[in-house]
């Protein structure tokens, strides 16, 4: 089936009511990956006993999460509200961290209202024993439009650490050449040039990162349905960076299922976490599909194309609400 995309799940309790019933969880359920490197759970991050029965005694050396943003995805929280919801699952976070490990969270910055929840949220974060290290911004190549803004195309990831942990610095550069010629610096009497003094002849990623593409539909890794997917190249990047082969990462809010197929691509074991059994089902779809055919997504179709097209209801719902085409 070509061009059969899906609509924003979240924004529709309908479509969310059908697509729930083909999924293999239910709240308070986890899925064990029958080749034993992950697990995927149906729960509340904020919930630490629920985590911690899950986990067992396992330690992460690092934790990646997106949570929702507040601002355009989800339910709207207070701002002091949001904050103290995100207090929770850190102090979570910290306690089954290993002693030297590290900690990513991607978090949006509303420009139309005071960039909450972000200065809210940092300051929060300077109150835990987590120690800041980056704020890394992700340029987007679409962004969004406005004749009356600067247009927003940024995505914030903030870096913390728990202890001294692995920073694998032949990881961070990216694949963009270096080009620039002219900063020159003594070194043993002799003159010498920026790219004779660096490790690579290609560009350092830094904290702000350029080289990334935001996922879209075009984009071969497109889980239609998810509106926040994070993309491949950056769980790569910050997986690769702060751990190493057989490590074991965790995220709280699944979504899309992008950090447990980047560990598994990177030889990592993973844990992750979503309160809404859809996301669960997708993230457990999505690892099943790339091991089969490599593939790290739908593009064109989506997770649950197989169901529908045998669900007339679901069909006729589609084809009305969305003008969803079923002619092949």
């Not at 924003?8 to 990956?33: A, E, H, M, N, V």
């Not at 899950?54 to 949001?82: C, R, T, W």
Request: charged share 30%.
């Amino acid at each position: 089936m070509k061009n059969f995309p899906l609509p924003r799940i979240d924004q529709d309790p309908i479509l969310k009511k059908y697509l729930t019933q083909y999924c293999r969880l239910k709240f308070g359920d986890s899925w064990q990956d029958p080749e034993g490197k992950h697990k995927i759970a149906c729960l509340d991050s904020s919930d630490f006993n629920s985590i911690k029965n899950l986990i067992g005694s396992q330690k992460f050396q690092l934790a990646v999460h997106d949570p929702p943003y507040n601002m355009i995805a989800f339910d709207e929280m207070d701002s002091s509200e949001f904050v103290n919801w995100c207090k929770i699952w850190i102090e979570s976070s910290y306690k089954i961290l290993d002693e030297n490990s590290s900690l990513y969270i991607w978090l949006g910055a509303d420009q139309k209202n005071h960039f909450e929840p972000f200065p809210e949220f940092i300051l929060m974060m300077k109150e835990t024993e987590f120690k800041s290290r980056s704020f890394i911004t992700m340029r987007n190549q679409r962004g969004y439009g406005t004749q009356k803004n600067w247009m927003a195309v940024r995505q914030e990831l903030l870096y913390y650490t728990k202890g001294t942990p692995k920073f694998n610095i032949e990881k961070v550069y990216t694949d963009i050449p270096k080009s620039v010629k002219g900063y020159y610096k003594e070194v043993n009497g002799n003159l010498t040039e920026n790219i004779e003094r660096s490790k690579s002849d290609k560009i350092r990623a830094g904290n702000v990162w350029i080289d990334i593409q935001q996922v879209f539909h075009l984009r071969e890794e497109n889980v239609n349905g998810c509106f926040v997917q994070k993309p491949m190249k950056a769980l790569e990047r910050i997986i690769e960076v702060s751990s190493n082969e057989n490590d074991w990462v965790i995220d709280f809010f699944a979504h899309s299922g992008t950090t447990t197929l980047a560990a598994e691509k990177l030889k990592r074991n993973s844990i992750s976490v979503d309160i809404e059994p859809i996301y669960c089902e997708i993230s457990i779809r999505r690892l099943e599909r790339y091991r089969k055919t490599g593939k790290f997504g739908w593009q064109n179709s989506n997770p649950f194309e197989e169901e529908i097209l045998e669900n007339k209801e679901l069909k006729k719902y589609l084809k009305s609400e969305y003008k969803i085409s079923f002619d092949v």
